[in-house]
C-alpha cells in the first residue's frame, strides 16, 4: 500500500501567489517524521523542511511552512510568494525503520511551474 | 557548509560490466543511505549503514554491494549490469539525533 500519496502530478502557479502542495500518508508508528524536498531539473535532491510527529508547532523555514494535521495524516508544504526559481519537482518523504537506519519512503511528487 | 560529494557525476557502462559509486558524507555524520531514482520515478531505497555496519536494506538486487569503510566514506559496487540499471543513485548522510537526510549531487548511471 501507498504510504505516502501525492495526488497533484502538476500544478501551475503564478509568480508572487502562494502555493500548497499537498501531501497525505499512513503509518501504525507513534513516532515518524515527514519531509520535503525539491528536486530541479538539474537533479539534485534539496532538502527543504521536516516535520516531528511530536511536534507541537508547525515547522516553517523561510519561505516554506509545513502545514501539518495529524488527525487526517496531511503534512502539506506551503510555499509563500512564489518565485521562477521554485520551479521544480517536490517530493514528499516519511522516515520509517528502526533507529539507526530510518530510510526514506517517498511520494511520486509533485511538479511545481510557475509562470512570470 | 561541507555538502555529501559523491564520484562520479557521471558514468557510461557496457552491459555486464561492473560499476563502483563512492559516497563521503558529511563530516560528522554517522549514516549513510543510498537510493536509486529510476527516470520519472521517486528514490527507492536501497540500503543504508549505521557506524560502518550495515543497518537496513531495501530492493537492492543480488548484484550490488556496499560497504561503509573506517574513514565514513561508503561505496556501491554494481556488477552484472543491466540495462535496468540506468538511474540517478543517490547517498545521503545523516546526523544524529536529528533525522534530516542531505543528499548528494548523486551520479548519474548510463548503461548501453
Known amino acids: 500500500a501507498q504510504k505516502i500519496t501525492q495526488t497533484q502530478p502538476g500544478m501551475f502557479v503564478q509568480e508572487k501567489e502562494a502555493v500548497t502542495l499537498d501531501c497525505t500518508y499512513d503509518?501504525?508508528?507513534?513516532?515518524?517524521?515527514l519531509f520535503w524536498y525539491k528536486q530541479p531539473s538539474s537533479g539534485e535532491m534539496i532538502f527543504l523542511i521536516y516535520?516531528?510527529?511530536?511536534?507541537?508547532q508547525n515547522a516553517t523555514e523561510g519561505r516554506y511552512s509545513l502545514n501539518f494535521q495529524k488527525a487526517r495524516k496531511s503534512a502539506n508544504l506551503v510555499i509563500s510568494a512564489s518565485q521562477l526559481g521554485d520551479s521544480a519537482m517536490y517530493f514528499c518523504?516519511?522516515?520509517?525503520?528502526?533507529?539507526?537506519?530510518?530510510?526514506?519512503?517517498f511520494g511520486q511528487g509533485t511538479r511545481l511551474t510557475i509562470n512570470p | 557548509a561541507a555538502g555529501v560529494i559523491q564520484s562520479p557525476r557521471h558514468l557510461i557502462k557496457e552491459k555486464r560490466e561492473t560499476a563502483t559509486l563512492k559516497c563521503y558524507p558529511i563530516?560528522?555524520?554517522?549514516?549513510v543511505y543510498w537510493y536509486q531514482q529510476g527516470p520519472g520515478q521517486d528514490p527507492q531505497f536501497l540500503i543504508s549503514?549505521?557506524?560502518?555496519?550495515?543497518?537496513d536494506k531495501g530492493s537492492i538486487p543480488d548484484r550490488f554491494s556496499a560497504q561503509q569503510f573506517s574513514d565514513y566514506h561508503s561505496e556501491l559496487n554494481m556488477s552484472s549490469l543491466e540495462l535496468g540499471d540506468s538511474a540517478l543513485y543517490f547517498c545521503?548522510?545523516?546526523?544524529?539525533?536529528?533525522?534530516?537526510?542531505?543528499f548528494g549531487p548523486g551520479t548519474r548511471l548510463t548503461v548501453l
Open positions: 516535520q516531528g510527529s511530536y511536534d507541537e
Open positions: 518523504a516519511m522516515r520509517e525503520g528502526q533507529a539507526g537506519a530510518q530510510k526514506l519512503v
Open positions: 563530516p560528522r555524520h554517522d549514516t
Open positions: 503509518t501504525s508508528d507513534q513516532s515518524y517524521g
Open positions: 549503514f549505521y557506524e560502518k555496519m550495515q543497518s
Open positions: 545521503a548522510s545523516r546526523g544524529a539525533p536529528r533525522y534530516e537526510q542531505f
